[in-house]
């Protein structure tokens, strides 16, 4: 469906290293209407941003530089954010001066295509790839595609509650999401939902096998750990721990009818670990309802888009 994607995706491709090679090439691109990427490599004090370009630089004067830049909806640390980083832009024009080449380029044009043509033709329950581009307590924002922002909230990253979404995600990470709700322009996003049921997680595992975990919350009556970002499990409490520190754990017991997992800690120590590669169960397709618990479970917890 899409050809729209987040801003980093298509900068080696053969197409794009294609078109930036030369002016001439560029000239191709600008007259089949074409959106490129490119690498911007300052921010000018009128806010304009400039991109290394092989043959000579691009320039993205600021009101091109996003949607809402213009009209002030958007503020201008959205430009300042995009240095060192890539970029994505149509050709508007290419001037060739004592100076050299210097291509004019609009951001604000590549993301108004893709506004129109994908972003807006999004329903509840699409999955979509996503790119991690800022973490705040409160959730993830994400590039849905040309630089378009998106909000994942912490609570709809996983099943397996965490403190910050660092404790998922890292910035510039590739993803996926599903589309939750749709309220004029604004897209929110959820995440849990492509991370496997209890049941599909639970198979992963085995009674009577020590596994690494992390420990995600401390209470009076045990310690839950998490096995995986959808699956966590309980164990007896514990003087000395503390949510965030790692774990190696036996599996005591996998109980589907509870939706429970028995565990005993064989040794907690510092996670110093980087947040690891993601399980997608699904990253593709269209949701109208998911189901994580079990058939045996009394409980229902369920999604519907």
Known sequence: MTKYFPEGRMFNSPENKFYLQSAENMAEAMTRG?????????????HDLVVELPFG??????????????????????????????????????????????AVLS???????????????????DVIPAKITHLEPFGAFVDIGCGIPSL?????????????PND??????????????????????THKELLGTWQQNAQMFSAGETVGGVIRSVEDYGIFIELAPNLAGLA?????????QAAS??????IPEKMKVKLIIVDVFENLCFPSKINYFINSGHLKKWEY???ESGRKLVSVF
């Open 34 to 46: 074409l959106i490129l990427e490119g690498h911007a490599v300052m921010c000018t004090t009128e």
């Open 57 to 102: 630089k691009g320039i993205i004067p600021r009101t091109e530089g996003a949607l809402g830049i213009a009209d002030g909806t958007t503020r201008d640390i959205a430009l300042l954010s995009r240095v060192n980083k890539t970029v994505c832009f149509k050709v508007i024009d290419i001037v060739t001066d004592e100076n050299g080449v210097t």
């Open 107 to 125: 951001r604000r044009a590549a993301q108004e295509e893709c506004l129109e043509n994908y972003i807006s033709k999004l329903q509840c329950g």
């Open 152 to 164: 994942i909230p912490i609570d709809a990253i996983s099943v397996s509650r965490i403190s910050h």
């Open 168 to 189: 998922r995600f890292f910035n510039g990470q590739d993803i996926y999401a599903a589309v939750k709700n749709i309220s004029g322009d604004r897209i929110c996003l």
């Open 236 to 244: 007896e409490p514990k003087d000395g721990v503390t949510a965030g």
């Open 249 to 254: 754990v036996y599996i005591k017991a996998l």
């Open 293 to 295: 618990s079990t058939k």
